[in-house]
């Protein structure tokens, strides 16, 4: 047993030297990141940190971590609110408990990258990355939109988040507190894609068109496509994609990080690096 162990952080050391190689090396990087990569930072939705910020609701409503209180059904926008307002919070303008996005940054700073991203809690912005080289793709848990929708437009939430945190009472938000289109006056909902109804306004559409001219500039290129806690949720965002373009270029790389889900298909096994380990542990060594 001890053997295997020892031969297996060999092999993760040889594979930690081949992506530091890559990183330093590689004419482009792009970054593809998943839930994994958050999670990883200590965004977590359940155990502890569920615990600190949701026990009322909890021992009220009888669910046990963050995703499933989203799917609850409250009787009514106040409670609904109450516990959307809470979960924007602690999810989007409260800072991840690690610093796994400010050690990726350090690696690719001063580096030609792009992110594109399932993820909606803004962390890489937070965390110093450029938002011109970001893509977004399934929203943001700061911008609201309309439900209906009657518009094709997204509104900032920070300070209507703020007011609802502070001003609720026994898991309910005041009446006159729940947020309302300017427009129609239906009430408003997270900017997230989950139907027909999610709103792509006029920043995810340039956002979308930075990503395509990134990659089409970097065509035949060596680049470095690393993906960062992907799972197979919406594989055809960026998991598919990142393996086709491998296919196509014989000098692009493709690393996967992820924690028990870090693998590739048997045709760009020689174009691969796949690190089945805790993201935070292997950025903290690839900075060292």
Known sequence: MLLQLKDKKIIENKKITQLKYE???????????????????GFTYHGERFKKYFSDFEEKYGFHDMYLGGFYPYQTLEEYWAYWSRYIYV???????????QDLFNIVKNKNYFVITTNVDHCFQKSGFDKKRIFYTQGDYGLFQCSEPCCNKTFENKDMIIDMIEHQHNMKIPYNMIPKCPYCGKPLTMNLRADDKFVQEEGWYNAAERYQNFLQQQQNKHILYLELGVGYNTPIIIKYPFWQMTVKNTKAIYACVNYGEASCPHNIEKQSICINNDISKILKELNG
């Open 23 to 41: 990183l330093k090396n590689a004419d482009a990087i792009v970054i593809g990141a998943g839930a994994g990569l958050s999670a990883s930072a």
């Open 91 to 101: 999810n989007r303008y409260m800072n991840t408990p690690k610093s796994t996005y």
